[in-house]
């Protein structure tokens, strides 16, 4: 899977976690990123980093909840680079919160950048791309998006909601030439949940991981470099889980 050499792509949530992973790996892969996300500090970081393995970055100030912060964004976007081939859709948080416990605020905090901000940035790439032949919007679902868990009902409802959009865009989006696939992760290993995994809870929840060990993140590398390139060109509303057999083990 080569053929990103450049190929213009846009990665939201870019600052830190999988989106910082995402642009890195994408950029290696000969690709000209256009990291987003709120905080220029990490993302003037990140593109130093880039071009120091020798790869293009560009930072872009952007917050998925805002639509006209969106709209600015990919229009600066594409008079930068030209054109927008691909969109990483990855922006988004997580509140652990009983449901009974939690405010409308906190719920709207959740639903506006995962389902609400994905369905903008996927409006705005799908025009940028519509112009040029088309492209590949890969939204960063979970595998929460399909199964539950205590204390993340705002998460799962936006995660299922963006499978469900994933699969109506690409219905919509297909004569236009623009694909729209999910990557669905399970439990992957990061800096933010290291400390619990490595708790008594965290242990027994990757013991019902079919597995029996925790995603890194480079094992997503492979399915969204396929989500990306050419390689899935026959692929449009597809929903791939990357997640040890986690969606597969008994209940």
Excluded at 144 to 166: N, W
Aim: hydrophobic fraction near 45%; charged fraction near 20%; aromatic fraction near 4%.
């Amino acid at each position: 899977m080569t053929d990103l050499e450049g190929r213009v792509v846009l990665v939201t949530g870019a600052s830190s976690g999988l989106g910082r992973h995402f642009a890195a790996l994408l950029a290696g892969r000969g690709a000209v990123v256009v990291a987003a996300a709120r905080r220029r500090e990490a993302l003037d970081a990140l593109t130093t980093e880039i071009a120091a393995s020798g790869g293009t970055c560009h930072p872009l100030v952007m917050d998925v909840s805002d639509a006209a912060s969106v709209n600015q964004g990919f229009t600066s976007a594409v008079e930068l680079a030209g054109r927008l081939d691909v969109l990483i859709n990855n922006a988004g948080i997580a509140h652990t919160r009983a449901a009974l416990d939690q405010s409308a605020d906190e719920w709207r905090a959740t639903l506006e950048p995962n389902l609400t901000g994905a369905f903008l940035a996927a409006q705005a790439a799908a025009r940028a791309m519509r112009g040029t032949g088309g492209g590949s919007i890969v939204n960063v679902a979970s595998i929460l998006g399909e199964r539950v868990s205590k204390g993340l009902a705002a998460y799962a409802a936006s995660k299922a909601g963006l499978i469900q959009l994933t699969k109506a865009l690409a219905l919509e989006w297909a004569p236009l030439g623009v694909r729209v696939n999910a990557l669905a992760p399970g439990y992957i290993e990061t800096d933010l949940n290291r400390e619990f995994f490595a708790s008594e809870g965290g242990r027994r929840l990757i013991g019902r991981i079919p597995q029996q060990r925790l995603g890194q993140m480079s094992d997503l590398d492979g399915p969204l470099l396929l989500l990306c390139c050419d390689a899935s060109r026959y692929m449009t509303g597809s929903v791939v889980a990357v997640d040890g057999g986690h969606l597969v083990n008994s209940l």
